[in-house]
């Protein structure tokens, strides 16, 4: 169900997109027009500000979902509300993870686009298209464990602090 929810969400998220793209840009070919990117610049920036704006309340609703359904045996809509609650009362430790977050995954796609960049110009044509994937997932996948391991983390630190402070 937790998953059915978080879909139904990125589908209500990629909804908005498209209807605002289509009311806003209409009229504009995107792939034709190379200029389109330099005319439609702070449009377009204003919209991915406003769609970031939208994910902040979905982010902190699914942060201690998925570990509340499994350990804490809530149901989804449920858990959903007790971490959205949850990341309302520590909101400043979690904005200053998210700016933590944001700059290591800058700093690991800046990474991936330079080892890209490197390997496209000393591979035969095409060989980049298996390696950099391969190397992108070899940088990524730390991340994504430390990510992981933090979530968890972070729920013991809020829904299991007893456990924690008797240990």
Known sequence: ??????????FLLGLIFVVITIVFFAGFSMVNNAGFMQQHLFGIMLLVFFLGLLTIPAAMGF?????LVALEDLPAWPSIKASFTASLKNWSALLVYGLIV???SLAVGLLVGLLAGLLGAFL?????KIIIPVIALALASPSIAVFTLTG????RDIFRADDTQAK
């Open 1 to 10: 169900m937790l998953g059915l929810f978080h879909l139904l969400f990125a």
């Open 152 to 155: 968890y983390t972070s729920y």
């Open 102 to 104: 944001l700059l290591a």
């Open 124 to 128: 035969p044509r095409g060989g980049s």
């Open 63 to 67: 942060w201690f979902a998925p570990s």
